[in-house]
């Protein structure tokens, strides 16, 4: 007792001892490191980034495809599977851009454990498959009750998601489509394989708008009325078509001027007149509009396609790009880099191997 008495006081002297020196600006050689880490660098007190109080600062950042393949490489190696680490941490990797370093081993979890609902021997590429659905999308809802009616609704809508991306140049790759009823809210979703742009031109937001109104616009035209599904729809094209004109400034109109947005707020701060803000309004709607009208005439030029695609998921639930490919033939766009969606299908390990198979198949 006495000895763990005497050790405690001494390590609480010895805190102490340093604490004082650092505080009061003597003992300088007392060689003490403060790490500190956050995620919200915007509400620290300026205090702390102060020169002498935090002398490196170091961002470390989502990892990209290679880094997402490396810390794949290290998880896979604790479960079985019926391939080499190698050939599922690279297509892995293309299908999980936005993951961070923590979701990456939930991901590896749940295929082992979806494996072992099913008393499977080795976890496959099926089963790593769900357990990004599951991850993305919630758990799936089996005993949801969903009329006939609503249900067809949902079909057609996600069709009109899949065509009108399939025939738009600067959309990305379509991975799936589902009907799939997943967590709270989710009634179904497309999955596409994109590219990490630093740089996003005007064109690829025209026609990703163009593609996010695809769902609406093909219930208006093959079902002949509008449901509340597109709401998550309309709100991402909201916020996208007034970052293109209020922040980033595309629009002629307001010119070459940047208001951002406040963080998780479509509230801005307001360095300009009403007057301004009626331009902004008014082009964000005359934006809007115009993609709508392109997208209409998109569904109704591919309407034979978009049901003959509604009427398979409803059939299937779940359509991959070979299902696509059938009813919609090839894309009529090539890249001319290779693309995350090549290094899914062949691996991105040998960059020549895979640009030399894709010249092969163009």
Known sequence: MTVEKKRVVSARYFDVKIISNRVDGFG????VVVLAGTNRVDVLDKALLRPGRFDRHITVDEPDIKGRDQIFQIYLERIKLDHKPLYYSQRLASLTPGFVGADIPNVCNEAALIAARAEESHVTMNHFEEAIDRIIGGLEKKNK??????????AYHEAGHAVVGWFLEHTEPLLKV???????????FAQYIPNKNLLVIKEQFYDRTCMTLGGRAA???????ISTGAQDDLEKVTKMTYDQVAVYGFSEKVGLLSFPQKEDSYEMSKPYSSKMGAIIDSEVQEWVDKAYECTIKLIKEHKEKVAEIAELLLEKEVLHQDDLLQVLGERPFKSAEVSNYDRFKLGFHDEEKVVETKVVLS
């Open 178 to 188: 589902t009907i799939i009823h997943r967590g709270t809210s989710t009634l179904g």
């Open 28 to 31: 300088t050689t007392a060689r």
């Open 219 to 225: 219930e208006k035209v093959l079902i002949r009325t």
């Open 145 to 154: 009750v969903i009329s006939k009616l609503q249900r067809r609704t949902i």
